[in-house]
């Protein structure tokens, strides 16, 4: 497969981007770990902010972007490394004291499934922290899941369609007991996004959102793609500056008894 990320492009939001991840790392509990692992953990940057702050003895940043980790060894410092892996094919080589992942699980189909699996890598004691968009009915998302079906782009990407794995927050919440955590928080937080313009909302989408539909349409036709869903985006949003852009994301915190 294709790797569409591009560091560059991701951190063109970098401040807009963060906040979610203080808001996460504000909700784990402090404590003597171990080790914690950053699940889709981008450039390693905030992966080592999480290594100061919450100081577990050893912090495993894991990603499946070569591109995302290219300059991972300059965050590297005592008990801090970086792995280049699949969550899907992931299973780390110790029990975890703390899991934690932003923005990422929502790349993932079938969360029932996957929230099963990483839940079983926690130690006693352990805690979960993760935080998905879930935005996937904002204008943008269904523009682009409709562009992809007109041709020449649906001939390329066949049935292929960015499925919505994200549950509800009770949904989330329900998971979590059923799974056997203790204790747990979820919340659902509306982040309000100033952007200059819709063109702004296309430069954001191409860092995430427009990364899948890249993969599957390959360059050439992936500029014909941008180009019919900025008109798209023009025609619902119009001119507006600057753009609100509220932004869902759901943050969960939980943790098992000891
Ligand atoms: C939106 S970025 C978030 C990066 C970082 N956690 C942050 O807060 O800035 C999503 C990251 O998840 C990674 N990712 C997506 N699917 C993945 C998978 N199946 N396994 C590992 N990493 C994945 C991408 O490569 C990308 O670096």
Redesign the pocket.
């Known amino acids: 497969m294709v790797?569409s990320?591009n560091p560059g492009q991701?951190e063109r939001f970098k401040s807009e981007?963060?906040q979610?991840?203080w808001d996460l790392l504000g909700m784990v509990e402090p404590g003597e770990l171990r080790f914690a692992a950053?699940?889709?953990?981008?450039?390693g940057?905030?992966?080592r902010e999480l290594h100061r702050r919450v100081a577990p003895k050893k912090t495993l940043g894991?990603?499946?972007?070569a591109?995302?980790?290219v300059d991972c060894r300059s965050f590297e410092e005592p008990g801090l490394s970086f792995e280049l892996?699949?969550?899907?094919e992931?299973a780390p080589a110790d029990k975890l004291d703390l899991l934690f992942?932003?923005?990422?699980l929502h790349?993932?189909d079938d969360h029932r499934e996957v929230f099963a699996r990483i839940a079983s890598w926690l130690a006693p004691g352990g805690q979960l922290a993760v935080?998905v968009p879930a935005n996937f009915d904002h204008v943008s998302h269904r523009l682009a899941a409709e562009v992809v079906r007109e041709e020449p782009f649906a001939e390329v990407v066949g049935e292929w369609e960015r499925g919505v794995p994200v549950l509800t927050p009770e949904a989330y919440a329900s998971l979590l007991f059923e799974l056997g955590f203790e204790k747990q928080r979820v919340q659902l937080v509306v982040y309000p996004h100033v952007l200059n313009s819709f063109e702004d909302l296309i430069e954001w989408q191409k860092?995430?959102l427009l990364t899948v539909y890249r993969e599957r349409l390959g360059e050439e036709l992936y500029e014909s793609f941008l180009q019919r869903f900025r008109e798209r985006l023009e025609a619902e949003l119009g001119d507006a500056r600057p753009l609100f852009y509220p932004f869902r994301r759901i943050l969960m915190w939980a943790s098992l008894s000891l």
């Open positions: 790797d990320w991701y981007r963060e979610p991840f950053d699940l889709g953990c981008g450039t940057r905030l992966t894991v990603d499946s972007s591109s995302m980790l892996a699949d969550i899907a992931f992942s932003n923005a990422a790349w993932l935080q860092g995430t």
